[in-house]
């Protein structure tokens, strides 16, 4: 039983901080790293690349819209070239400071926004994987199981890794619970941890309405931009490793 | 020893989905607040509030233009010429006067924010051309500027300036204040003291000199993790003292009588 723990890193902004990375950093294997274009100036950036190198946590760039006042959440009708030279430009910035800190880039993870809408939208999804293979086809894409895309970066030849979320409600169909419903997010450390234990495990979880699931997961999501998120985090990890779970990155050795 | 004395902080420096500073618990201590403009810090939703949060609490409102520099919060100092500044700085007043007015409320002064403060005190020329691009939009509008050499120049040219000392900045030998990137907790009591020392009429620098200051405004900054504390602090010395806080607009009325 094997898995990885993938989250949000360099969020900070130069004089607004958020996040716990240094927290993080111990409990994931899996860092995506906000490349500057709606969280992560250069000094959060080099900082978050440093540690995950220090501590063979596997970097991946988590690319977003150019809105830093929106934090990437609100969609961007990005003409697809743009979009591409926008995607290009982000991987390009971040493996910079991966390269410094001893590591590199492996793998790529559209943030907020840009995330949901290539769920369906193709024309972006199709700009961002045409960013990755360009940069380097050996990078994997991170996303949501049935995405666009996931579907065209295969299509294109690159390796996939799904993820799902730990700390969130599935719909019966397993995807996710919009944020604007109630009980869309899970809260008790305990549940979300043996829900994680069991998605592992291959096991069905529960859906929002109470029926059974599968979801099926090469990572597992966790989130570390509040104190309780954080706890929810250590709590997946702790519990993962004393089921006998090996957690090590998706994308293989670093 | 003076007895009337604007207290002013610094708000509405969060942005979008980075929040920094306690205005809620702040503005209830001052008299007036300076409100970031989006270049440095503040998003327009925060602005709004900020507006809001202001006006709900009977301060004073003042627009706190920053350089273009959100990744440096506006601390990093840049070369503006006098008219860039003048543009940067009416463009900003513009923005948050379209808040102020939709609030119905009034905006009654403007401050440059760090290293915008900053530039203004080197060049007496950036200054003015401020003074003279806000001033055109409402002749009633008062420049805050440091206690010294240039806000006496300012002011000898007709503009309307308040004056201002730092409650939470230590000063250099050359009565400039020493900026700090990123405010750390500061003992309340100590800046207390210092507010005092302001209406005493003098502060010492860092090396020990003894400068003269001649304010109407003492500052404190919003985005220091205990700002609230400090501000009560403050405002428990002056009570000791018989000191009497109001806008900045009323403490220069009095200056002038």
């Given amino acids: 039983m094997r898995t990885d723990l993938n989250a949000d890193l360099a969020e900070s902004f130069g004089r607004w901080e958020l996040g716990d990375d240094a927290t993080l950093l111990t409990v994931v294997t899996s860092a995506n790293v906000a490349c500057g274009f709606h969280a992560g100036d250069p000094g959060a950036i080099r900082r978050a690349c440093e540690r995950a190198a220090t501590l063979g946590v596997a970097i991946g760039a988590q690319v977003g819209y150019r809105d830093l006042a929106g934090f990437g959440r609100r969609f961007i009708d990005v003409a697809p070239a743009e979009l591409t030279d926008d995607v290009l430009y982000q991987i390009g910035a971040l493996a910079g400071f991966a390269r410094v800190a001893g590591s590199e880039v492996r793998y790529v993870k559209p943030h907020g926004a840009l995330y949901n809408a290539i769920v369906h939208h193709s024309e972006q999804a199709a700009a961002v994987v045409d960013a990755v293979v360009r940069y380097d086809s050996g990078l994997v894409a991170l996303g949501l199981p049935g995405s666009e895309w996931l579907r065209m970066a295969e299509n294109a030849g690159l390796r996939v890794c799904r993820e799902a979320f730990a700390d969130r409600a599935y719909t019966p169909e397993a995807t996710l619970v919009s944020r604007r419903e109630l009980g869309s997010v899970l809260h008790d450390p305990e549940y979300i941890a043996q829900r994680c234990v069991r998605m592992v495990r291959g096991e069905p979880i529960e859906a929002v309405d109470g029926s059974r699931i599968r979801v099926e997961a090469d990572s597992i999501c966790v989130h570390g931009d509040t104190p309780d998120a954080a706890a929810v985090a250590q709590a997946v990890r702790n519990r993962l490793i004393d089921e006998g779970a090996l957690l090590v990155p998706f994308t293989g050795d670093t | ?257």
């Avoid at chain 2, 810090?41 to 273009?68: K, Q, W």
């Avoid at chain 2, 203004?120 to 008062?142: C, Q």
């Avoid at chain 2, 120049?153 to 939470?168: K, Q, Y």
């Avoid at chain 2, 990123?182 to 800046?191: A, L, R, Y």
Wanted: proline share 6%; aromatic share 6%; hydrophobic share 45%.
């Fill in chain 2, 1 to 257: 020893m003076k007895t009337l004395i604007d207290l002013n902080a610094d708000a509405g420096e969060s942005f979008g989905r980075w929040k920094l500073g306690d205005d809620a618990a702040l503005l209830p201590q001052v008299s007036s607040v300076n409100v970031a403009c989006g270049w440095h810090a503040g998003d327009p939703a925060t602005m709004r509030r900020s507006v809001e949060l202001a006006t709900s609490n009977g301060v004073s409102l003042g627009a706190h233009p920053g350089l273009p520099d959100l990744t440096g919060f506006g601390r990093r100092s840049m070369a503006l010429t006098p008219v860039e500044a003048a543009d940067a700085c009416l463009y900003q007043y513009g923005a948050l006067r379209g808040f102020v007015e939709a609030a119905s409320a009034d905006l009654a002064h403007v401050k440059p924010h760090g290293a915008f403060y900053g530039l203004t005190l080197r060049d007496p020329e950036v200054a003015i051309a401020i003074a003279e691009s806000v001033t055109a939009v409402d002749p009633d509008l008062m420049l805050v500027l440091l206690a010294g050499p240039t806000a006496e120049r300012v002011l000898a040219d007709g503009f309307r300036v308040a004056r201002e000392a730092f409650a939470d900045l230590d000063y250099d030998d050359n009565g400039h204040i020493i900026i700090e990137p990123n405010p750390e907790v500061k003992d309340p009591e100590q800046c207390a003291q210092q507010a005092v020392d302001v209406l005493n009429g003098g502060v010492t620098s860092v090396n020990g000199k003894a400068l003269d200051v001649d304010a109407d405004t003492v500052c404190l900054h919003g985005d220091r993790p205990n700002a609230p504390d400090i501000a009560r602090a403050i405002r428990a010395r002056f009570q000791q003292h018989s000191v009497r806080i109001a806008p900045m607009r009323e403490v220069i009325a009095t200056r002038n009588q």
